[in-house]
């Protein structure tokens, strides 16, 4: 059998591309309009070099630190995604893996897999929402994530519910009946190593998502929980203060890009905020979640903590937004990368490669903690600075 190891998380993505049936790939590499922002979370890394050392360096390395309340032995945590038909064994099987690494996971409200399972996989979870319905109806899912034992709050609030991609957008089944299997059977047919991880569970994707319903109910489509979210009435930041009030535990906002909305987000009493743009996924012509890391974290980062999520591939990545100011950051792609390529081994494999660049990094810039990281450890290009001026 070939060696199914992988050294970076850029060969874990060409293995996914072949492994995967075209539509679930391209529902993973995902991005809205032309890409522009998708582009740019990888390319403003790019702009970020580094300037080493070569004696005098440290012989130990200390990379961990904390995030809302967890002790993490790297600044790295799972960012919710619905990882629905990428592998039989889905967040259940992330949740694992990040276990395995001391590492916490953050599970989307759209995933494929009860909370309390991905729980009993690894009890560092954090629930991820986003506002839906009314407060009597949050309340209720909230209701849920403390009795599943979710550890913290993600409010991801950066959605504006199109994708009108130039590149066409993939056919997504509402469900998997006759007509569905027969339309996919083809691209199914075509990747025969992810159809027999599915047809050896006995079951295909059912496209559900369980942790929209009460324990044990029947869970709605994916379709059908996303209509009623459309419909849901837009939040204020008195909705957020008071879901914050009324959660009580740590709470993260994601999808923060401007610095007044940080502001606002510590007033409104929140834990922490992720310095995100959902990976390109929301309003195309955002800037890439790094370029605004700086001026929040230094408007912000002394009274909540600052991740930032979006665009990390490698472990040198991690060590750019942490000199730029980041407490740690959150990864989307490199393990769905990982998962898809490999499944639980696979993101096991994503977050080695990040552990080991984040360790060589530290290394080379004579720097024995993340904690001494500061911008004057990075090459910054003059382009990098462009989008700094995002409204403050
Ligand atoms: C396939 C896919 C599904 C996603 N689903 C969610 C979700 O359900 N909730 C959420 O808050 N963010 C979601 N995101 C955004 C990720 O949490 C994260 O912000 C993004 O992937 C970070 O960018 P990266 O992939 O470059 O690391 C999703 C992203 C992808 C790629």
Do not use: C
């Not at 199914?4 to 309009?33: C, D, I, N």
């Not at 690494?101 to 759209?110: E, H, V």
């Amino acid at each position: 059998m070939a060696n199914a190891w992988f050294e970076t998380v850029a060969e874990a993505q060409r293995r996914a591309q072949k492994r995967l049936p075209k539509s679930v790939y391209a529902a993973l590499l995902a991005g809205t309009e032309k890409g522009l922002t998708l582009a740019d979370n990888l390319a403003a890394f790019d702009e970020l070099g580094f300037a080493p050392h070569l004696v005098d360096l440290p012989a130990h390395r200390d990379m961990a630190t904390t995030v809302m309340g967890q002790d993490i032995p790297m600044p790295v945590i799972i960012s919710p995604t619905g990882v629905q038909a990428v592998h039989p064994d889905g967040e259940v099987a992330v949740a694992r893996a990040a276990a395995a690494r001391g590492i916490p996971i953050g599970l989307s409200s759209f995933a494929s897999k009860p909370l309390e399972d991905v729980v009993a996989a690894n009890p560092q979870t954090f629930f991820q929402s986003y506002w839906m319905g009314t407060r009597d109806v949050m309340t209720e899912h909230l209701e849920r994530a403390r009795k599943g034992g979710a550890v913290g709050l993600i409010l991801t609030l950066d959605w504006t519910f199109a994708h009108r991609r130039d590149w066409g957008s993939p056919h997504i089944p509402e469900r998997m009946n006759l007509r569905e299997m027969l339309r996919l059977a083809p691209e199914g047919l075509s990747r025969p190593k992810w159809l027999y991880a599915f047809a050896k569970t006995g079951r295909l994707p059912d496209l559900t998502v369980p942790n929209m319903a009460a324990p044990g109910a029947r869970p709605p489509t994916f379709f059908g929980a996303y209509a009623d979210w459309m419909q849901s009435p837009l939040p204020t930041w008195d909705d957020v203060a008071w879901l914050r009030e009324h959660w009580g535990a740590p709470f993260l906002l994601k999808g923060v890009i401007r610095v007044d909305d940080a502001r606002r987000a510590v007033d409104a009493g929140v834990t922490a905020i992720s310095v995100s743009n959902h990976g390109g996924n929301n309003l195309d012509g955002t800037p890439a979640a790094i370029r605004a890391l700086p001026a929040i974290a230094e408007a912000v980062g002394d009274q909540i903590e600052v991740l930032l999520d979006g665009g990390i591939r490698r472990g040198s990545d991690v060590v750019k937004a942490v000199a730029l100011g980041a407490r740690a950051v959150m990864i989307g792609r490199a393990y769905l990368w990982g998962l898809a390529a490999n499944g639980q081994a696979g993101v096991e494999n994503s977050l080695d490669i990040l552990r080991g660049g984040i360790d060589s990094a530290l290394l080379g810039l004579g720097r024995s903690s993340i904690h001494d990281l500061a911008p004057s450890d990075l090459v910054i290009a003059r382009e990098f600075q462009r989008a700094l001026g995002v409204p403050q």
